[in-house]
């Protein structure tokens, strides 16, 4: 009991600390090491300071003058979020072995816990039908195997995974290139506020900081570190997307990469990572075998892993049975790629009449196993 007052009472020194203009990771991280605490380092005699900071004193005794501790750190509390610091015990454990590690992290929910696997799902924020069928494949499937699911939250591969891990009833975290009280971007407000229920919303930038372009690069490195596997789902071939992967190389995480068509400007990025040594996930038992090994992926098999958020482990009935026997029968021939209603009404063989085969794709989309493109071409839609 005593440590975790010690810990709380330390919180709004450290709050300071993080906050101090001009002070680079390194040199925080030295004078902790060398005074122990932020709070000493606050409580510290110019003399002293002078003598262990050098030219970051002057930057520590201006904060001091316009920081008022206590209601900096009130404001913050009363936002409920929440922050770790490098060296404190909830502090991520995947994320202190990387370079450049975030000095902090400020969240909103919880952070992703060091017990379970992650896996970070990243690519294309203007994806085609195809990388979004792909994206809410992956997110859902490893979600309902208890996988937390780390992304960046954007348009696009990003936010639709994660909304499929979260519909699924899984856990996902979003890390921002903003503070975390900003939601970016906006039309991603649902998924932002699911997780913070389901997982958590995360940032190393402190509250009120806007989205800016140079921001993102740097936060791509938390997504990468956070996770034991990075799945690349549609990229260009000179793209953000690549960048994290880079930096998923550096901190020695596992890279597997979705194929695609060789003629797709989106599949470029993946054909890349493939010559380069890139795993290829053609399915989500691809990545379960990357994580528990094929002895320990029939092991789940066998008994059945289950997604700790759900229902006892019951297991869950499949959508499709919600449809006739009509339904199921074109729903089968529908594809990621769209289709017009002529052609599935040749490769079903006719047995439907062409009337037929339009008005049960009406249905279809209706009850969401079909969508619709802005050609009239029909869909296959994600079924669960």
């Given at each position: ?20 203009k001009?002070?680079?990771k ?10 122990g ?9 110019e ?9 970051a ?21 009363r ?13 991520p ?14 969240y ?19 994806c085609?039908?195809?990388g979004a ?12 195997m ?7 939250l ?11 891990a ?11 290139g903003c503070g ?19 997982g ?17 690069p ?13 799945i ?7 793209s953000?997307?690549?960048i ?5 190389l ?7 990469a979705?194929?695609?068509r060789?003629?797709?400007?989106l ?9 380069q ?26 008994t ?16 499709l049975?919600?449809?006739s ?5 074109v729903?089968?021939?529908l ?17 439907l009449?062409i009337?037929?085969?339009m ?11 079909a ?11 994600l079924?669960?």
């Amino acid at each position: 009991m005593e440590e975790q007052e010690r810990r709380e009472q330390e919180k709004p020194y450290q709050y300071w600390l993080m906050n101090i203009k001009g002070l680079g990771k390194k040199r925080k991280r030295k004078l902790l090491r060398e005074f122990g605490s932020a709070e000493e380092i606050y409580r510290a005699s110019e003399g002293v300071l002078r003598a262990a900071a050098d030219g970051a004193a002057e930057k520590i005794f201006a904060a001091k003058k316009v920081w008022n501790i206590l209601e900096e750190y009130e404001m913050l509390c009363r936002q409920k979020i929440k922050f770790t610091c490098w060296g404190d015990k909830d502090y991520p454990k995947r994320l202190e072995g990387i370079p450049d590690a975030p000095f902090c992290l400020y969240y909103w929910g919880s952070l992703p816990s060091d017990e379970k696997p992650a896996v970070a799902l990243i690519g294309a924020r203007a994806c085609s039908g195809y990388g979004a069928y792909a994206a809410g494949e992956f997110g859902s499937k490893l979600a309902q195997m208890g996988i937390q699911i780390i992304s960046g939250l954007a348009m696009g591969i990003d936010g639709i995974s994660q909304e499929a891990a979260l519909a699924a009833g899984g856990e996902s975290f979003g890390v921002l290139g903003c503070g975390v009280d900003i939601c970016y971007p906006k039309s991603n407000r649902a998924i932002y506020e699911r997780c913070k229920i389901q997982g958590g919303i995360l940032s190393e930038y402190p509250p009120g900081t806007k989205p800016a372009a140079s921001l993102f690069p740097p936060r791509n490195r938390i997504i990468s570190g956070l996770s034991d596997v990075v799945i690349v789902v549609e990229a260009r071939e000179k793209s953000g997307t690549l960048i994290t992967v880079d930096m998923a190389l550096e901190q020695g995480r596992e890279v597997f990469a979705v194929p695609g068509r060789i003629t797709d400007s989106l599949s470029r990025g993946c054909n890349q990572l493939f010559r380069q040594g890139a795993g290829v996930a053609v399915s989500p038992v691809d990545i379960l075998e990357a994580l528990y090994g094929i002895e320990g992926y029939n092991n789940i098999e066998e008994t059945g892993m289950k997604n700790p958020k759900s229902e006892s482990g019951k297991k869950k009935v499949s959508k499709l049975c919600m449809l006739s026997p009509q339904e199921k029968q074109v729903y089968q021939y529908l594809e990621v790629l769209p289709k017009t209603a002529e052609e599935l009404w040749k490769q079903m063989g006719r047995v439907l009449t062409i009337q037929e085969v339009m008005s049960i794709l009406v249905e279809l989309c209706i009850k969401g196993f079909a969508g619709q493109t802005a050609e009239g071409y029909c869909q296959k839609v994600l079924a669960t």
